[in-house]
């Protein structure tokens, strides 16, 4: 037998809509014994902090304006954290899922008869400082105009 549309894995309750939720969350209040009502009641409806703090209000909580402020500084940190991690995480894998081979430490193309080009592995330990120096610094109008490429020897 196939699973219908209605017959989920995910639990009822985290998978309701804004209405759903203010009616089941009426009889929910009373039964909660947690020390932190937005928190328990974003857990149990699997929402964000902020839409609690809202459907706890249209149920009739109020909340100091103080900690709604203090939600969303701390939310946009969190944003702020995640996009510097996600960030972090695109350089890392850019440069580990960059090609090499037994001669190249980094290949940073290939030339129009196939030949690779870029940084070999006895560049890489001669320069014990090796950074981002080797990598490209992305389109023309980005570079600065101390990069020009005249100290090349060819």
Not at 49 to 71: I, T
Not at 113 to 139: C, I, K, Q, R
Not at 141 to 149: S, Y
Request: hydrophobic share 30%.
């Amino acid at each position: 037998m196939g699973k219908s549309e209605n017959d989920s894995s995910i639990p009822r309750h985290k998978r309701m809509k804004r209405t759903e939720r203010l009616q089941a969350g009426r009889h929910w209040l009373p039964t909660y014994i947690g020390k932190n009502i937005v928190r328990g009641y974003a857990r149990h409806f699997a929402v964000d902090l902020l839409c609690a703090v809202k459907e706890l209000e249209m149920l009739g909580h109020q909340f100091k304006p103080e900690y709604v402020d203090q939600l969303k500084r701390a939310i946009a940190v969190q944003i702020e954290q995640n996009q510097e991690r996600k960030k972090l995480k695109a350089e890392q894998e850019m440069f580990t899922s960059s090609e090499s081979d037994d001669q190249f430490c980094y290949i940073a193309g290939y030339t129009s008869s196939g030949a690779p080009y870029g940084v070999t592995w006895e560049e890489m330990d001669a320069n014990e400082h090796w950074d981002e120096n080797y990598l490209d610094v992305g389109p023309l109008e980005n570079r600065d105009e101390t990069d020009e490429e005249d100290d090349i020897p060819f």
